[in-house]
C-alpha cells in the first residue's frame, strides 16, 4: 500500500504535520482545497473550529447546530465518538452559540445530519489521523500500522497513548482535507440507539430550558402588545402597572412596551392589567383566503418543465387547499438577556444564533461583535416560531436595566396570537392517462404566501416594528430550488414523460407567516399523493402498484414496498367504513425516503375517523442512530394528523381568534391511532439524509386516501374534519 | 406566610395565597419540574400531584392547597437516582423535546397511584388534560404501561 505523504509546514510556529494516509494524493494540493468537504467544513474548514483535544483526554466538539428536541446533540456525539474512537462519555458537545462554535445558519431544513454531521465525521476523522501521526512520531513508528481504539492510539507492539497524552503534539489550527478514511460502521456508536443526552434532566426537574435558567440577579419580564400580530393598543395606564408590587420598571420604545418585576407572578399581573387596554386591528384580512390567494399578485415562475402531453385534454384535474396553521409550542417563547459592560448576552432557543445576532445588534444599536447569542434549548419549536422574537423582546428590555439578567416568557395567547404560522395554500393538479393506465402529463400549480421570514434584520423582529423609529422588513423572498419553500415537494419525484410545475409566490400577508416544518411539502404531497390515488382509480389500479409502476429511483421503490409489506397491503381485509391509504415523498427530494401506510376507521353517524395502525418505512442514508430515526417520524406521523385532521388558524376582521388551545385545538390522547411501527433501512455506505421533516407530506396523504377508500368521498381542504367528512357522506 | 407539604418535607413560602403554586414552586423555591405552558389548564405541562390527584399548578392557587402534600417530578426522583415512573419514560426514549414530560409523568404517576393496572383506555383517557406538539405519545403510552408493567 503506498502511502504519500505530505508536509505542511503551517504559518507562526513552524509547526510540522505530515500526513501519511493511504489515500490519493491528488486531491489534498493546493491552499485551502476545501472543494471536497463534506457538510459545513466547506464554510469553516479549520479543525479547531470544530474539534478540540484536552490534556486531560476530554474531547470537545463544537456543532453551530441547536437541540430543538430532535436528537441531535446525542447523533452528533454519536458520529463524532466513532470516528475519533473514543468512548462517548470522553466526548463533549457545545452547540449553538456565536462566541465559541461554528456558524451553520439556521437548524432548519432536516439539514443538521447531512451539514454539522458529515462535517463533524470528517473534522472528527482528520482529528484521529492525526493523533495517529502524533503517536507515530512519539514512537518512531510508521503511522500506517497504529491503530486506535478507546481514545488511544495503540503500537503493534502493545504500547498505547491516549489521546490527552498526545493533546500538546496536536496542532489542529489547519484545515480539514476531504479524503481522510472514515473509520468502517459497525464498531462503535454510529447506528447503535444510544439514550439521547438530554433526557434524564428533562425527567428530573434539571435546568434543560431557558425558561429554566435563573442566572444570579434575575429579573422577570412581560410584553404587553395588541391581541394578535396585525392589532395595536390603546392608550395604556403605565402608572398603575407601575405602581403595583414588585414592578422594578415599565419599559416603552415607541409601541414596545413590557413591564419588568421581581417576581413572575408580579410580572404578569402587571401585564395583565396593562394588557386590558382596548385595541384596534392595523391589518386587511381576507375571509376567504384561497380566493384570495388565486387572486392576489404572484411571482409565478415554472420550476419543471418536461413538457406538453401528446393528445390534449387532461384525464382528471382536482384542486386541494390547506389552512394556516399553527407551531404551536407548548411552551410559550422566552429568553433571557443580560446586558454587561456594553456586552450583551442573550440566551435563545432560536433555530439561528448567528442571524438573530445580526438581527438583535440592530434593534438595540450595539455592534454585533458586543451581543453575543447562545442557544439554550426552549420547548419544539417546528420552524419559526416566536423564538426570535421573544430573544428581540428581552434583549431590548435589558438595555434598560444594565447589570440584571431579564428573564422574557410569552404568555399563551400571545404565542397563540403572535407566532408566524405555516401559510394558506392551494394547489391546482391536473393529469392524463394513457389507454395503458399510466400517466402521461402531469401539471402541478401552487399558490401560497413566504414560508420564510427569519429575521437576520431587526425589521423581521415584533420588537423591530414597534421602535420608533420602527425597522422596515426586507420584502419576503422566494426559497429557490432544489429546497424550495411553497413549492418544496411540488416537483414529484415520480417519472412522467410530460410535466409541469408552477410555482405562484405570493409575496403579501394578510396573516404573519414564516417555516413551519416541512413549509410547503405538507400540501405538495398531500396533493400530489392524494391525486396519485385519484388516478389510480381511474385506472383501476391498486394504489401501491400504481407508484411503483410510476417510480424509478430504486430507494423510493424499496420505502414503498417496504411500507406496504409490513403493513400487509395485499392481505388487508376490507370492511364497511374502513379504508387504508398509502401516502410516499422523498423529502424536498434530497432528503430522506419516506412511505406511510395506515387504516382508517369511519362512526357513519357522526363522521368522526379512528385511525388505526400506520407503518411507515423510512430510508435516511447511513442510520446513526435508528431510534432516533424512528423517534422523528413517529413525531411527524402523529404531529402531521393534527394538522390534517382537526387544525386551522382562525381570524376575523379585527384579530387572530386562535388565542388559546381551546379556540385552535391541537390532537389529544384519545384521538390517537392504534400504533405506529416505523421501519428504517438502513444504508451503511449512504450519506446522512435529514428525517425530521420527511413524515408530515405522506402522513396527510394517506390519511386522506384512506378516508377516500372507506367512504367513496375525496376531500381535497384541510383539515379532515369529522363534519366534512359526515357532509360527504350525508 | 404559607407552610407547604413538599415533596416529602415542610417548607415555609412567602407568596401571597393568591399566586398560582405553580409560580411558588418555579420562581420561590427554585423547582423547574413543573412548566408554564398555558395559565389556562388546558396543556398539563405544569401537573402536580396534590395528594395522589394530578391538578394543574396554574391553576391552583397557594392559599387552596392547605394541608394536602405537594408532589413534584423532583420528588419522584433525581436525574442520577429517577423513580420507577421516571425510569420507564427513559426506557422507552419518550421524550422529543421533553417540555411536556414532567407534566406527562405527574399525570401518569397520578394514574398508577389510583388505578396500578389500567387499561390502554383508562390511561388514553387519564393522559387527555396533557397535550404534547412533538407527537411523542406513542412513546408516553409504552412508558406508561412499562411503568404498570414494571411497579407493583
Known amino acids: 500500500m503506498s502511502a504519500p505523504s505530505r508536509r505542511m509546514v503551517l504559518g507562526g510556529g513552524a509547526l510540522t504535520v505530515f500526513f501519511a494516509l493511504a ?7 493546493g491552499h485551502g482545497a476545501t472543494a471536497g468537504l463534506p457538510g459545513d467544513l466547506k464554510r469553516q474548514p479549520r479543525l479547531d473550529s470544530w474539534i478540540r483535544v484536552g490534556a486531560d483526554g476530554r474531547i470537545t466538539v463544537f456543532t453551530g447546530k441547536a437541540e430543538l428536541g430532535q436528537g441531535i446533540k446525542t447523533a452528533l456525539l454519536q458520529v463524532a465518538a466513532h470516528e475519533l474512537d473514543a468512548p462517548l462519555a470522553q466526548v463533549d458537545l457545545i452547540t449553538a452559540d456565536t462566541g465559541l462554535t461554528p456558524n451553520e445558519g439556521v437548524t432548519a431544513g432536516s439539514h443538521s445530519m447531512q451539514d454539522s454531521g458529515g462535517a463533524i465525521r470528517n473534522a472528527a476523522a482528520n482529528v484521529r489521523w492525526l493523533l495517529i501521526e502524533a503517536a507515530a512520531r512519539r514512537w518512531s513508528l510508521p503511522p500506517a500500522g497504529l491503530t486506535t481504539g478507546l481514545g488511544a492510539v495503540q503500537a503493534p507492539d502493545g504500547r498505547s497513548l491516549p489521546y490527552g497524552a498526545l493533546a500538546t503534539a496536536l496542532d489542529l489550527a489547519i484545515d480539514a482535507r476531504p479524503d481522510v478514511p472514515f473509520r468502517p460502521p459497525g464498531r462503535g456508536p454510529v447506528g447503535r ?3 439521547r443526552i438530554d433526557i434524564p434532566a428533562k425527567l428530573a426537574g434539571g435546568a434543560a430550558y431557558v425558561q429554566d435558567f435563573r442566572p444570579e440577579g434575575l429579573v422577570h419580564a412581560r410584553v404587553i402588545r395588541g391581541p394578535s400580530e396585525g392589532t395595536a393598543l390603546g392608550e395604556v395606564d403605565i402608572a398603575g402597572a407601575r405602581a403595583m408590587p414588585g414592578v422594578i420598571a415599565v419599559v416603552r420604545k415607541g409601541r414596545f412596551l413590557a413591564v419588568v418585576a421581581e417576581r413572575e407572578w408580579q410580572a404578569i399581573q402587571a401585564q395583565q392589567r396593562l394588557q386590558t387596554a382596548p385595541s384596534h386591528s392595523t391589518a386587511q384580512r381576507p375571509n376567504d383566503i384561497h380566493a384570495w390567494l388565486l387572486a392576489a399578485p404572484a411571482q409565478a415562475q415554472v420550476i419543471l418543465d418536461l413538457g406538453e402531453a401528446a393528445g390534449g385534454a387532461p384525464t382528471a384535474s382536482a384542486a386541494y387547499t390547506r389552512p394556516y396553521l399553527m407551531h404551536g409550542s407548548i411552551g410559550p417563547s422566552c429568553a433571557v438577556a ?23 445588534a440592530q434593534l438595540v444599536g450595539l455592534p454585533q461583535e458586543n451581543v453575543r447569542c447562545r442557544h439554550f434549548e426552549g420547548a419544539g419549536c417546528y420552524g419559526h416560531n416566536g423564538a426570535d422574537d421573544a430573544a428581540g423582546d428581552a434583549a431590548l428590555i435589558a438595555m434598560a436595566l444594565p447589570g440584571r439578567p431579564v428573564r422574557m416568557q410569552w404568555m399563551r395567547e400571545q404565542e397563540h396570537g403572535w407566532e408566524p404560522l405555516g401559510s394558506a395554500m392551494v394547489t391546482h393538479l391536473s393529469a392524463s392517462l394513457t389507454p395503458e393506465g399510466r400517466v402521461g402529463s402531469w401539471r402541478h400549480d401552487v399558490w401560497s404566501t413566504p414560508h420564510n421570514t427569519r429575521p437576520q434584520e431587526a425589521g423581521r423582529l415584533i420588537a423591530g416594528a414597534e421602535v420608533d423609529p420602527p425597522f422596515a422588513a426586507p420584502p419576503p423572498q422566494p426559497i429557490p430550488m432544489p429546497e424550495g419553500g411553497g413549492d418544496r415537494n411540488a416537483i414529484p419525484l415520480y417519472a412522467f414523460p410530460a410535466a409541469r410545475v408552477t410555482n405562484r409566490f405570493v409575496p403579501e400577508m394578510p396573516l404573519r407567516v414564516s417555516a413551519l416544518r416541512s413549509l410547503g411539502a405538507h400540501m405538495n404531497v398531500f396533493s400530489i399523493e392524494s391525486f396519485m390515488d385519484e388516478l389510480a382509480l381511474m385506472a383501476r389500479a391498486d394504489p401501491v402498484t400504481f407508484r411503483l409502476t410510476h417510480l424509478e429511483d430504486p430507494r423510493a421503490r424499496d420505502v414503498v414496498a417496504a411500507a406496504a409489506r409490513q403493513f400487509g397491503w395485499q392481505a388487508w381485509r376490507r370492511m364497511p367504513g374502513r379504508g387504508r391509504g398509502f401516502g410516499f415523498a422523498r423529502y424536498k427530494n434530497l432528503g430522506a425516503y419516506c412511505a406511510v ?4 376507521e369511519v362512526e357513519p353517524v357522526t363522521g368522526t375517523l379512528s385511525v388505526g395502525r400506520i407503518v411507515s418505512a423510512v430510508d435516511s442514508g447511513q442510520a446513526v442512530s435508528p431510534d432516533g430515526i424512528r423517534s422523528q417520524i413517529e413525531g411527524a406521523i402523529v404531529q402531521s394528523l393534527s394538522w390534517t385532521m382537526i387544525e386551522q388558524v382562525a381570524w376575523d376582521s379585527d384579530q387572530r381568534t386562535s388565542f388559546d388551545w381551546g379556540a385552535y385545538p391541537i390532537l389529544r390522547f384519545p384521538a390517537l391511532p392504534k400504533s405506529v ?3 428504517v433501512i438502513d444504508r451503511p455506505t449512504e450519506p446522512f439524509l435529514g428525517t425530521g421533516e420527511a413524515g408530515q407530506g405522506p402522513t396527510a396523504a394517506a390519511l386522506a386516501n384512506a378516508v377516500a377508500d372507506a367512504t367513496g368521498k375525496r376531500l381535497r381542504d384541510l383539515p379532515i374534519t369529522a363534519e366534512k367528512v359526515k357532509a360527504a357522506i350525508g | 406566610m404559607t407552610i407547604l407539604r413538599l415533596n416529602g418535607s415542610t417548607r415555609s413560602v412567602v407568596s401571597t395565597p393568591e399566586t398560582p403554586l405553580l409560580y411558588v414552586l418555579r420562581d420561590e423555591l427554585g423547582l423547574r419540574g413543573a412548566k408554564f405552558g398555558c395559565g389556562l389548564g388546558q396543556c398539563g405541562a405544569c401537573t402536580v400531584l396534590l395528594d395522589d390527584r394530578p391538578v394543574f399548578s396554574c391553576l391552583t ?4 392547597v392547605g394541608d394536602r402534600a405537594v408532589t413534584t417530578v423532583e420528588g419522584l426522583g433525581t436525574q442520577t437516582a429517577p423513580g420507577p415512573m421516571q ?3 427513559e426506557a422507552e426514549q419518550a421524550a422529543q423535546c421533553g417540555y411536556c414530560i414532567a407534566g406527562m409523568v405527574m399525570r401518569a404517576e397520578g394514574l398508577l397511584r389510583k388505578t396500578p393496572k389500567p387499561s390502554e383506555a383508562e390511561i388514553r383517557a387519564a393522559l387527555a388534560p396533557n397535550l404534547c406538539r412533538c407527537g411523542t405519545h406513542m412513546r408516553i403510552l ?3 404501561r412499562h411503568a404498570a408493567e414494571t411497579t407493583s
Open chain 1, 23 to 29: 489515500v490519493p494524493a491528488g486531491a489534498q494540493e
Open chain 1, 193 to 195: 440507539d444510544v439514550p
Open chain 1, 338 to 360: 443580560h446586558l454587561q459592560d456594553g456586552e450583551l448576552t442573550v440566551w435563545t432557543h432560536t433555530q439561528g444564533v448567528f442571524p438573530l445576532r445580526r438581527a438583535i
Open chain 1, 597 to 600: 401506510a395506515l387504516e382508517v
Open chain 1, 677 to 679: 411501527e416505523v421501519e
Open chain 2, 61 to 64: 392557587t397557594l392559599g387552596s
Open chain 2, 87 to 89: 425510569r420507564a419514560f
Open chain 2, 142 to 144: 409504552r412508558a406508561v
